[in-house]
């Protein structure tokens, strides 16, 4: 499951949280927001204004999970990209993010080259994971590239868009069951365009789990502090 660090409310990220592991979530995404998150679409990048505007910022962000491995045991990745990671200073932002109990990360505009040369010896350094995307349009040899350099999984984009959009799995299905043939190193998760039971259920036949991100971010929009454990887990719960 994807949230927004800071949506809807600036300390809304650990209750949320919190709600996604009661709620029987496998693992959280949780992105860092910045002001133009280009594989997301509308929704998500109104989350991340959102999240912005309420004051979230890295630093702050961190000090928010200071303690957060005191109740919360599901994996967590920090989604986001790489103009605020850099602002921050790379090594520090890795070195924060273990400190704090992250387990991975995953920065979409993170060239290979650039992963290989400079990054990937500091997020390996702090013993974190990293996880690559693939897309229908990726190259079979690039694909087991990234599934290489990839730990903990490798990310299937659903189709060569942004988040949110309603395209149906199906029409994806040679993509899928290509990647499923090639029995690749990391279980693949699919992630964009992920809404409802339906999708859930389609793309986990395809693949070892799904992600869902903008249906969610929908389900909480507006909501009180007190609202967020209910609309989390009536939202869990109807997936099942």
Same mark, same amino acid.
């Given at each position: ?5 800071? $949506?809807?409310?600036?300390? #809304?990220?650990?209750? @949320? ?11 959280? =995404?949780? &992105?860092? /927001?910045? #002001?133009?998150? !280009? ?10 204004? @959102?999240? %912005? ?11 928010? %999970? ?8 599901? /994996? ?38 650039? $992963? ?11 013993? !974190?994971?990293? @996880?690559?995307? @693939?897309?229908?349009?990726? #190259? ?5 590239? !990234? ?6 999984? %490798? ?17 994806? +299905? ?18 964009? &365009? ?7 259920? =389609? ?15 929908? +389900? ?18 109807? %997936?099942?």
């Amino acid at each position: 499951m994807y949230c927004t660090a800071g $949506f809807p409310a600036l300390n #809304s990220t650990l209750p @949320v949280m919190k709600a996604f592991q009661q709620s029987g979530a496998d693992m959280i =995404e949780l &992105g860092m /927001p910045y #002001s133009d998150p !280009l594989a997301d679409g509308p929704v998500i990048q109104a989350s991340n204004t @959102v999240a %912005l505007e309420n004051g979230m910022t890295l630093a702050t962000l961190f000090q928010q %999970l200071r303690d957060f491995r005191n109740s919360i045991h599901l /994996p967590v990745l920090l989604m986001g990209y790489m103009n605020p990671v850099l602002q921050y200073g790379f090594e520090n932002f890795c070195r924060d993010a273990a400190a704090a109990g992250v387990d991975g990360l995953i920065l979409p505009d993170l060239p290979i080259h650039e $992963f290989e040369k400079e990054y990937g010896p500091l997020i390996r350094k702090y013993k !974190l994971d990293f @996880v690559f995307l @693939v897309t229908p349009e990726t #190259s079979a040899e690039r694909i087991r590239k !990234l599934d290489e350099l990839s730990t903990g999984f %490798l990310y299937a984009v659903s189709s060569s868009s942004t988040t949110g959009t309603n395209k149906n799995l199906s029409d994806q +299905a040679q993509y899928f069951s290509r990647l499923k043939s090639m029995n690749l190193r990391n279980p693949v998760l699919i992630g964009f &365009g992920i809404r409802d039971k339906k999708s859930f259920s =389609e793309a986990c036949s395809y693949a070892n789990g799904a992600i869902i991100a903008t249906a969610f971010i929908k +389900a909480l929009e507006g909501a009180q502090p007190e609202e967020i454990e209910t609309r989390t887990k009536n939202f869990l719960n109807s %997936l099942n």
